[in-house]
């Protein structure tokens, strides 16, 4: 053998060696990673919201809009439309209601609580007589169970 094959034999053996060592590492060595915190806490209070907010949707007008929900907003009875959708928030659910107007600030409106556990806030946009409103309701589990 030439020298320069004994040097490519011998890299050789050493990256063999190499990955034998870490191969052999990495069996030995467990490294614990703690799982991921759940979204499924995440998805149910999103989808009670957006649950509501389809329901208000769907509820019919009394003078001819889209929905009862541009009614309220329209007549500018920002109170009552927030009423409206805390109202169809599934059961152990509750929510503060913040409503704004084009580019306006965000108020609360409605019945307003202090949240007793983490929060998901659904946001909806609507048009009503080219006024752009904006609807978030900040939901969370009833009593604070998480």
């Excluded at 108020?107 to 946001?123: A, F």
Aim: charged share 20%; net charge negative.
């Amino acid at each position: 053998m030439r020298a320069d094959e004994e040097a490519q034999v011998h890299i050789l053996e050493m990256l063999t060696l190499f990955w034998l060592f870490f191969m052999s590492a990495t069996f030995l060595i467990r490294i614990e990673v703690p799982d991921a915190p759940s979204v499924a806490l995440d998805a149910g209070l999103e989808a009670a919201g957006e649950d509501a907010i389809i329901a208000a949707l769907a509820t019919p007008s009394t003078d001819g809009l889209d929905s009862a929900l541009h009614d309220h907003l329209a007549a500018s009875d920002l109170d009552e439309a927030c009423s409206m959708l805390q109202d169809l928030l599934s059961v152990g659910y509750e929510a503060n209601c913040w409503v704004a107007a084009d580019r306006a600030p965000a108020g609360p409106h409605g019945d307003t609580g202090v949240p007793m556990s983490d929060t998901v806030t659904v946001h909806h946009l609507l048009v009503t007589d080219g006024t752009l409103w904006t609807l978030s309701l900040d939901v969370w589990r009833r009593g604070g169970v998480s």
